[in-house]
């Protein structure tokens, strides 16, 4: 079954962020413990980015013996990395109702492993600024 052909583009995506009714146009309704699934998984990614905001706070308030520059680019990194994280938890859960309406499969992503990567990095910083003192 399909109903008209959905819209493409970046822009056409980003609106569907704020009309999710929208994705009822196209496909078939999954089954609900997949939507449901999903929708536990936006709330996870949700979670991280909160837990990445408020790391950057606490570096930005706790770490007062470092440098300013060095306390301010640590914070700034993790307060993008929970912008970022929340902007792509809001994609990904578009992405992945829509391939389950259409019965496609679900979206590949890489940002699972360059988020990682990302918090793994700002721990080690964090470990030489905390552990020795580098930056102070």
Known sequence: MTGPRPPRG???EVRLWFAPERLRE?????DYRFSLANERTFLAWLRTAMALVGGGFAVDQFLTDT????????AL???AGGALCALRAINHWVRCERA??????????????????AVGVVALGMVLVVAFGWGV
């Open 10 to 12: 970046t822009l056409a």
């Open 67 to 74: 440098t300013r520059p060095l306390r301010l680019a640590l």
């Open 100 to 117: 389950m309406r259409r019965g496609a499969d679900l979206p590949s992503s890489r940002f699972p492993v360059v988020l990682g990567l």
């Open 26 to 30: 196209e496909g078939r309704t999954p």
């Open 77 to 79: 990194v993790l307060l």
